[in-house]
Each structure stands twice: as structure tokens, then as C-alpha cells.
């Protein structure tokens, strides 16, 4: 298995159009890097749920899926399932993050995802994140929108059961859903898994990437 290890990890942003997105499709990979680059600054913009109990729940996971990081967190109130008919609210929401971070890894939705909240996203991030890496993950639903994935973080037993027990603990609000539940997390992560020779993972797309293979 191909590996590319980026190195002097110091600043990531992490989009989502909802509260618990970032959590769902990231939340490994969070544990990972903030466990191993202590102070990480993360940078996180979701775009819906400002004010509410959702935002509440957000502050407190996204806090135990980033330990030990620089935290920075904005939560906005674009109507849940409206994105489209809100882009210049949006927009302007993600241009105002670009101007407060250069960061060294973006997390976001997958142009990919069938949700329009998700997929409207996915589409502003490149407009102000123009030269930066960015890793489009994957949220588990309803929707048959689960594709080919171009890149996998690992994640041990220990890892991916961790981010299980904490997304049960954080979001009771979402407990109800039908894919909200310990065997539709770990079933997913066990074929990442198998798709990258590993035991878990966390799947992401990409659409563009600058190699330095000189070293220069």
C-alpha cells in the first residue's frame, strides 16, 4: 500500500455543513493527529446549527475528538437542508475561515455526497482554498452515495472503537437515526479497513495533489 506522510502538521481546517459531519466522516483521523502533533491548531467551520443544542453537542465532541489541540471553533445558522438557497451566507462564511487560517490539511465533505448541504459545501471549499490539501471524507447515510475512495487513514481496534463510544456519547440527539449505531460505524471502517490492509480506517477523496518527489 502506497503511504505519503506529510510532515510539520501544524494547522488543519475542518468544514462540515452540520453538526456531527466532521465527527462521523473524520473523527479518527482527528484522534490521530491531535494525539501525535500535540498543540495542532484546528480550525472548524460547520455551517448550520448555531445556537441550538447542536451546536452544544458539536463543541463538546468536537473537544474529545481534537485532545490537546488549539480548538477554534464557529458554528453558523444556515438552515439545515437549505445550503443552496443560502450560498452567499455560506460563501462569505467560508471566505471569513480562509482569511483566519493557512492550513496545512483541510477536512470537508466529498464533491461526491448525494446530500445537497454536504455537496454545496464540497463545491465552495476550492473557491477560497485554492493551493491547499484537502481531503474530501465520507458520511455514512441513507443515500447510496458510498464510492471509490483515493486515500485511507488507518485506524487500530482501540482508535475506531474510540470514536464509536464518542460519538454515542456526544450526539443523543442523533441516536434515533437508523444509521447512528455502533455495527453501521464499525462496518464501515472494517471495509476501509480491508481496502487499505489495515484493520480500520477512514476513507477520503481528492481531487488534486502537488508532488515533491525532488525533495526541492
Known amino acids: 500500500m502506497k503511504r505519503l506522510i506529510p510532515t510539520g502538521l501544524r494547522r ?46 458539536e463543541r463538546r465532541a468536537l473537544a474529545a475528538f481534537c485532545p490537546g489541540a488549539d480548538l477554534r471553533i464557529t458554528v453558523a445558522k444556515v438552515p439545515d437542508g437549505r445550503l443552496p438557497a443560502h450560498w452567499d451566507e455560506a460563501k462569505t462564511a467560508v471566505e471569513e475561515l480562509r482569511l483566519r487560517t493557512e492550513p496545512d490539511l483541510i477536512l470537508a465533505p466529498h464533491a461526491g455526497d448525494a446530500h445537497q448541504d454536504h455537496r454545496g459545501l464540497a463545491r465552495l471549499v476550492p473557491t477560497a482554498f485554492r493551493d491547499h490539501l484537502t481531503l474530501g471524507y465520507e458520511i455514512l447515510k441513507w443515500d447510496g452515495d458510498l464510492g471509490r475512495a483515493h486515500a485511507y487513514q488507518p485506524l487500530d481496534l482501540a482508535l475506531a472503537e474510540r470514536k464509536v463510544a464518542l460519538l454515542w456519547e456526544h450526539y443523543p440527539s442523533q441516536r434515533r437515526r437508523t444509521w447512528f449505531d455502533r455495527e453501521a460505524f464499525l462496518g464501515l471502517a472494517r471495509v476501509r479497513g480491508v481496502q487499505c490492509h489495515a484493520r480500520y480506517a477512514e476513507a477520503f477523496y481528492l481531487d488534486k495533489i502537488s508532488l515533491d518527489l525532488a525533495g526541492g
Open 12 to 57: 488543519i481546517a475542518a468544514l462540515a455543513a452540520h453538526c456531527d459531519d466532521i465527527a462521523i466522516g473524520a473523527g479518527g483521523t482527528l484522534l490521530a493527529v491531535c494525539t501525535s502533533h500535540p498543540g495542532v491548531q484546528v480550525d472548524v467551520l460547520v455551517l448550520s446549527g448555531g445556537g441550538t443544542d447542536r451546536e452544544r453537542e
